[in-house]
T-cell receptor, first 111, second 115 residues
Framework: SQQGEEDPQALSIQEGENATMNCSYKTSINNLQWYRQNSGRGLVHLILIRSNEREKHSGRLRVTLDTSKKSSSLLITASRAADTASYFCATDEGGGFKTIFGAGTRLFVKA | ETGVTQSPTHLIKTRGQQVTLRCSSQSGHNTVSWYQQALGQGPQFIFQYYREEENGRGNFPPRFSGLQFPNYSSELNVNALELDDSALYLC??????????????FGPGTRLTVT
């Protein structure tokens, strides 16, 4: 089963535009993480936000977390062609002993 | 690029056979987790190991088993392979014993094809 569900499933934008992806989850969490995957290879950790945090920034990335709505969003500002990838949210389950990934958002940035 | 390595890169097996996949953790990490990723899907958590003991498991049958060694490297073993086991298998290392509490460093994966 998948805890996190990303929306949209796919997103196509022009270079320089902002990209926003959303993640919803079902049960209470301690933290939520976002990962990027290029071309079906290994995942790269982007950012971790804990349940007592509402917003976090890392470079061109901004993540928000709304625990009352059980949702999170990832904003990539001033996108580049190199941002083309799949983006996944991941939540903890079972006291932190399991990681549950969503199905991902496929982002395509056109140069 | 992370310090997590996996071998082999690709593997083709026949239904009913057994397979062993290997993973070397990033230096300083004592926790390893394994994931199965079908094409177009998100990774599915198989299990995690901390200090050589399995301490978290997803919805996978017992024919999926693992080992973690004193140097924190790990193996994933799958017995009685089925066609649906064809997928990308990813391992990830982290610190702290609770895989979902810390950021995970992923290897490049092993692509398994079962025919």
């Amino acid at each position: 089963s998948q805890q996190g569900e990303e929306d949209p499933q796919a997103l196509s934008i022009q270079e320089g535009e902002n990209a926003t992806m959303n993640c919803s989850y079902k049960t209470s969490i301690n933290n939520l993480q976002w990962y990027r995957q290029n071309s079906g290879r290994g995942l790269v950790h982007l950012i971790l936000i804990r349940s007592n945090e509402r917003e976090k920034h890392s470079g061109r990335l901004r993540v928000t977390l709304d625990t009352s709505k059980k949702s999170s969003s990832l904003l990539i500002t001033a996108s580049r062609a190199a941002d083309t990838a799949s983006y996944f949210c991941a939540t903890d389950e079972g006291g932190g002993f399991k990681t549950i990934f969503g199905a991902g958002t496929r982002l395509f940035v056109k140069a | 690029e992370t310090g997590v390595t996996q071998s082999p890169t690709h593997l083709i097996k026949t239904r009913g056979q057994q397979v062993t996949l290997r993973c070397s953790s990033q230096s300083g990490h004592n926790t390893v987790s394994w994931y199965q990723q079908a094409l177009g899907q998100g990774p599915q958590f198989i299990f995690q190991y901390y200090r050589e003991e399995e301490n978290g498991r997803g919805n996978f049958p017992p024919r999926f088993s693992g080992l973690q060694f004193p140097n924190y490297s790990s193996e994933l073993n799958v017995n009685a392979l089925e066609l649906d086991d064809s997928a990308l298998y990813l391992c990830a290392s982290s610190k702290g014993g609770q895989v979902a509490t810390y950021e995970q460093y992923f290897g490049p994966g092993t692509r398994l094809t079962v025919t």
